[in-house]
């Protein structure tokens, strides 16, 4: 796999693979070839030596797709963090995964306004 890490630009471009998965190439499937896919995405992201580079743009498309709406299942994403969780560690997870906890929170703060108002 080193041609993939000859390019500077891999890591990226695998975060913008995910992020096209996540968003509509994983629609109409069952919950074994979901899995397929994320696992092939992190056995790619395995080989690369640019693991940050991944990281920070898989965050940028994450937090995208979460403001946008244009999440196509929870679960899929939920299952993705768990898989890079085993690869790069729990800090690194957690403040992702800390992004989910925003959007519920913010969207009970918007509920309880709403109410009030």
């Known amino acids: 796999m080193q041609f993939m890490n000859e390019c500077a630009s891999t890591p990226a471009f695998i975060a913008q693979y995910c992020d096209a998965e996540l968003k509509k190439g994983l629609k109409g499937k069952n919950e074994k070839e ?6 092939a ?9 640019g693991r940050d580079i991944f990281i920070k743009s898989y965050t940028k ?7 946008n709406k244009t999440l196509l ?5 939920q299952e993705m963090l768990q898989k890079l969780k085993v690869e790069c560690g729990v800090n690194t997870m957690n403040k992702i995964s800390k992004m989910f906890t925003d959007i ?3 969207k009970e703060l918007q509920k309880n306004f709403k109410e009030s108002a």
């Open 34 to 39: 979901i899995d397929d896919r994320l696992s």
């Open 73 to 77: 299942s929870q679960e899929a994403e």
């Open 61 to 67: 498309f994450l937090a995208s797709r979460l403001l």
């Open 104 to 106: 519920e929170m913010s």
């Open 41 to 49: 995405i992190v056995r790619l992201f395995c080989c690369l030596h």
